[in-house]
C-alpha cells in the first residue's frame, strides 16, 4: 500500500516569534519498512528508513537554500505494544507503528519546521521547501559528505528488542503481577495490570553533516488495586519504567511493585485528612520529585527565561537556595526512563548542574538557547516525536543528597505533614504558583509520624518554597515510576527524584476541623 504524499502548499504559522509548520493527514501504518536502497553510506540505518545519502543531501540542500543557523532532518521510525489486563481477562489490547521524518530550519530565534511521512526523494523536498520558507539570506553549503558519528556510550543496550518479543512472553509476567496482587490480602477486590512497551529509532542528520543513530526502549507496568473494608472501598496504584527490556520484569521487581501497590491502597482504610493551614511539610524521598520537576525544573529551562517567562530569568549567579541544596538533571543515568545517548538534536545527553550549593548556575538549553546565551547546549533538546520540533525539556531531575538524615528531619517537626505519593497538581510556570495533590502521606506531632492522611492539597510557590526548604537528608533516591512530563502539547518520558526534605512552611488545603 503507497504511503500519501501530503505536504501542504502553504506553510501555516503557529506561534511568534516565527514557528512555521506544514503537515497532513497521517500516512497508513506499515507493517513493514520501506523498500531497501542500494548500500550507501548511510547503511545500515537505510533498512530501516529507506533512505539513501543523495536524498539526505538533497534535503538538506533545499533546507538551506535560504540561509540557516541550524538545520537538521529526524528520521524515526517506532513501534508500541499497550495490553490492559482487568479481572483475570485481556480487556484491551493496541499495537501501533510509526515512521516519517522531521525537517527544521533555524534562524535565529525562528524555526520553521515541516513532516513527512513519505520517505521519498520528493516528499522531503517539498516538506524542506516549506520549513526554509522563514529564511531570506544568502544559502549555505550543503554537506559534501554524511559522516556516521557513533555514540560515545550506549545507556540502555538490551539483550532482546521489544520488537521480537511476542505477548507469549508478555503474559505471563502480566499474570504473575496480578495473581501477587490478589494473594496480598483478601480485602482486594479487583487487580487492573496496564502494560506498554516500545522502541523508537532515530537519525539525525545535520546541516554538517553529522549522522547520529540511538535505538531507544521503553517499557512500564501500572499496578491498580481496589480493596474493599465494611462497605468501603478505597483504590490506588503503584507502577515501575524503565529503557528496559523483558528482563526488567524479575520477580523482584513484580514483587516490590505489587507490595508498593497494595500499602497505598490499604493504609487509606485507616487514613484521614489533616487539618488545613500554614505548616512544615516534609516531602519524602523518590516521587516528592515530582514538586521539584514541575515547580522548579520548568522555571529552569532556557526557553522560558529566554522569553522572559520564568521568575528565574534574572537569577542566574545568585543564591536561590540554602547551600546544602543542589539540584541535576541529568541525561547519563543507566535504563532510566530519562536517559538518552544523545538529545533530538544530535548532542551528547550529558550531565548539567541548575543549582550547585544553593546558586543558581545553568538553565537546560538547546541549540537555540545556547546560540542566544552564548554557552554551550546541555543536550536538552528534546521533541515528542518526528511531527514536532524540539525545545529545552528535563531528563532526569532530582536533587542531591544533603547532610541531614529522614529521622532528624521528621523529629525536628512539631506538626505538620509528611507527603508521599502524589496524583495531580498544576503549575503556572511563569511564577512557579503550584498545588499539587497528596494521595498518602503521615500527620506529624512532636516529631514523629502518628497517623496516615490521604486527599491534602498543598500550594505554594516554586521559588519560594525552594528558599524554604531548611534540611535535605542523606537518602536520595530516583522514583522507578512512568513519569511523562507534558509541555506545549508535547509529551516526553523523564525521570524524578528527591531526598526527604523539610519545607519549613506550605499551605495545606486539608480539613478545617472548626468548621
Given at each position: 500500500?503507497?504511503?500519501?504524499?501530503?505536504?501542504?502548499?502553504?506553510?501555516?504559522?503557529?506561534?511568534?516569534?516565527?514557528?512555521?509548520?506544514?503537515?497532513?493527514?497521517?500516512?497508513?501504518?506499515?507493517?513493514?519498512?520501506?523498500?531497501?536502497?542500494?548500500?550507501?553510506?548511510?547503511?545500515?540505518?537505510?533498512?530501516?528508513?529507506?533512505?539513501?545519502?543523495?536524498?539526505?543531501?538533497?534535503?538538506?540542500?533545499?533546507?538551506?537554500?535560504?540561509?540557516?543557523?541550524?538545520?537538521?532532518?529526524?528520521?524515526?521510525?517506532?513501534?508500541?505494544?499497550?495490553?490492559?489486563?482487568?479481572?483475570?481477562?485481556?480487556?484491551?489490547?493496541?499495537?501501533?507503528?510509526?515512521?516519517?521524518?522531521?525537517?527544521?530550519?533555524?534562524?535565529?530565534?525562528?524555526?520553521?519546521?515541516?513532516?513527512?511521512?513519505?520517505?521519498?526523494?520528493?516528499?522531503?523536498?517539498?516538506?524542506?521547501?516549506?520549513?526554509?520558507?522563514?529564511?531570506?539570506?544568502?544559502?549555505?553549503?550543503?554537506?559534501?559528505?554524511?559522516?556516521?558519528?557513533?555514540?560515545?556510550?550506549?545507556?540502555?543496550?538490551?539483550?532482546?528488542?521489544?520488537?521480537?518479543?511476542?505477548?507469549?512472553?508478555?503474559?505471563?509476567?502480566?499474570?504473575?503481577?496480578?495473581?501477587?496482587?490478589?494473594?496480598?490480602?483478601?480485602?482486594?477486590?479487583?487487580?487492573?495490570?496496564?502494560?506498554?512497551?516500545?522502541?523508537?529509532?532515530?537519525?539525525?542528520?545535520?546541516?554538517?553533516?553529522?549522522?547520529?543513530?540511538?535505538?531507544?526502549?521503553?517499557?512500564?507496568?501500572?499496578?491498580?488495586?481496589?480493596?474493599?473494608?465494611?462497605?468501603?472501598?478505597?483504590?490506588?496504584?503503584?507502577?515501575?519504567?524503565?529503557?528496559?527490556?523483558?528482563?526488567?520484569?524479575?520477580?523482584?521487581?513484580?514483587?516490590?511493585?505489587?507490595?508498593?501497590?497494595?500499602?497505598?491502597?490499604?493504609?487509606?482504610?485507616?487514613?484521614?485528612?489533616?487539618?488545613?493551614?500554614?505548616?512544615?511539610?516534609?516531602?519524602?524521598?523518590?516521587?516528592?520529585?515530582?514538586?521539584?520537576?514541575?515547580?522548579?525544573?520548568?522555571?529552569?529551562?532556557?526557553?522560558?527565561?529566554?522569553?522572559?517567562?520564568?521568575?528565574?530569568?534574572?537569577?542566574?549567579?545568585?543564591?536561590?537556595?540554602?547551600?546544602?541544596?543542589?539540584?541535576?538533571?541529568?541525561?547519563?543515568?543507566?535504563?532510566?526512563?530519562?536517559?538518552?545517548?544523545?538529545?533530538?538534536?544530535?548532542?551528547?545527553?550529558?550531565?548539567?548542574?541548575?543549582?550547585?550549593?544553593?546558586?543558581?548556575?545553568?538553565?537546560?538549553?538547546?541549540?537555540?538557547?545556547?546560540?542566544?546565551?552564548?554557552?554551550?547546549?546541555?543536550?536538552?533538546?528534546?521533541?515528542?516525536?518526528?511531527?514536532?520540533?524540539?525545545?529545552?525539556?528535563?531528563?532526569?531531575?532530582?536533587?542531591?543528597?544533603?547532610?541531614h538524615t529522614r529521622d532528624e528531619i521528621i523529629a525536628a517537626v512539631p506538626r505538620g505533614i509528611?507527603?508521599?505519593?502524589?496524583?495531580?497538581?498544576?503549575?503556572?510556570?511563569?511564577?512557579?504558583?503550584?498545588?499539587?495533590?497528596?494521595?498518602?502521606?503521615?500527620?506529624?506531632?512532636?516529631?514523629?509520624?502518628?497517623?496516615?492522611?490521604?486527599?491534602?492539597?498543598?500550594?505554594?510557590?516554586?521559588?519560594?518554597?525552594?528558599?524554604?526548604?531548611?534540611?535535605?537528608?542523606?537518602?536520595?533516591?530516583?522514583?522507578?515510576?512512568?513519569?511523562?512530563?507534558?509541555?506545549?502539547?508535547?509529551?516526553?518520558?523523564?525521570?524524578?527524584?528527591?531526598?526527604?526534605?523539610?519545607?519549613?512552611?506550605?499551605?495545606?488545603?486539608?480539613?478545617?476541623?472548626?468548621?
Open positions: 500500500m503507497g504511503r500519501r504524499h501530503f505536504i501542504e502548499a502553504g506553510a501555516v504559522a503557529l506561534s511568534a516569534p516565527g514557528v512555521l509548520s506544514a503537515c497532513g493527514s497521517a500516512a497508513q501504518h506499515l507493517a513493514a519498512g520501506p523498500t531497501t536502497p542500494q548500500a550507501s553510506p548511510l547503511d545500515p540505518f537505510a533498512s530501516i528508513f529507506g533512505v539513501d545519502e543523495a536524498m539526505v543531501r538533497g534535503a538538506l540542500a533545499e533546507l538551506t537554500s535560504r540561509g540557516a543557523d541550524q538545520a537538521e532532518l529526524y528520521f524515526q521510525s517506532s513501534r508500541s505494544t499497550s495490553i490492559d489486563y482487568e479481572d483475570g481477562i485481556i480487556s484491551r489490547a493496541h499495537a501501533s507503528v510509526d515512521l516519517g521524518v522531521g525537517l527544521r530550519c533555524v534562524v535565529g530565534e525562528q524555526t520553521g519546521y515541516a513532516y513527512t511521512e513519505e520517505l521519498t526523494r520528493e516528499s522531503m523536498v517539498a516538506a524542506a521547501r516549506t520549513a526554509a520558507a522563514i529564511a531570506h539570506g544568502a544559502a549555505v553549503a550543503p554537506p559534501q559528505r554524511i559522516v556516521h558519528d557513533p555514540l560515545a556510550a550506549s545507556r540502555y543496550a538490551i539483550d532482546v528488542p521489544w520488537r521480537d518479543v511476542g505477548v507469549d512472553r508478555k503474559l505471563p509476567i502480566i499474570q504473575r503481577a496480578a495473581a501477587l496482587a490478589r494473594a496480598a490480602d483478601p480485602a482486594i477486590v479487583k487487580v487492573e495490570i496496564s502494560w506498554a512497551d516500545a522502541e523508537s529509532r532515530v537519525l539525525i542528520a545535520d546541516m554538517h553533516g553529522r549522522l547520529v543513530f540511538d535505538e531507544r526502549p521503553m517499557t512500564r507496568m501500572y499496578v491498580t488495586l481496589t480493596a474493599e473494608r465494611g462497605g468501603e472501598r478505597q483504590t490506588n496504584r503503584a507502577n515501575i519504567a524503565a529503557r528496559q527490556g523483558p528482563d526488567f520484569y524479575s520477580e523482584e521487581n513484580l514483587q516490590r511493585v505489587v507490595q508498593q501497590a497494595v500499602d497505598r491502597t490499604m493504609i487509606l482504610f485507616e487514613a484521614t485528612r489533616p487539618p488545613a493551614g500554614e505548616m512544615p511539610v516534609v516531602l519524602a524521598a523518590g516521587a516528592s520529585g515530582i514538586l521539584l520537576h514541575e515547580a522548579i525544573g520548568h522555571g529552569m529551562e532556557a526557553d522560558f527565561n529566554r522569553k522572559q517567562i520564568s521568575i528565574y530569568a534574572d537569577m542566574l549567579g545568585r543564591q536561590v537556595a540554602e547551600p546544602f541544596v543542589t539540584i541535576v538533571d541529568d541525561g547519563t543515568l543507566e535504563h532510566e526512563r530519562g536517559a538518552l545517548n544523545v538529545d533530538d538534536e544530535g548532542r551528547p545527553a550529558g550531565r548539567t548542574v541548575l543549582v550547585d550549593r544553593g546558586r543558581l548556575v545553568s538553565y537546560l538549553h538547546d541549540g537555540i538557547s545556547s546560540r542566544h546565551y552564548d554557552v554551550e547546549a546541555t543536550g536538552s533538546g528534546r521533541r515528542q516525536s518526528f511531527r514536532h520540533a524540539p525545545m529545552p525539556r528535563m531528563r532526569c531531575t532530582y536533587m542531591e543528597g544533603g547532610p509528611l507527603a508521599e505519593t502524589f496524583t495531580n497538581g498544576q503549575v503556572q510556570i511563569g511564577a512557579g504558583d503550584y498545588t499539587f495533590y497528596i494521595k498518602n502521606g503521615w500527620l506529624i506531632e512532636d516529631g514523629r509520624l502518628t497517623a496516615p492522611i490521604k486527599d491534602v492539597n498543598i500550594i505554594g510557590t516554586g521559588p519560594e518554597t525552594l528558599r524554604r526548604i531548611s534540611m535535605v537528608a542523606d537518602d536520595a533516591q530516583l522514583d522507578t515510576g512512568g513519569w511523562t512530563c507534558g509541555k506545549r502539547g508535547q509529551s516526553v518520558p523523564v525521570s524524578i527524584g528527591i531526598p526527604t526534605v523539610l519545607v519549613r512552611q506550605l499551605t495545606v488545603g486539608g480539613e478545617n476541623r472548626a468548621s
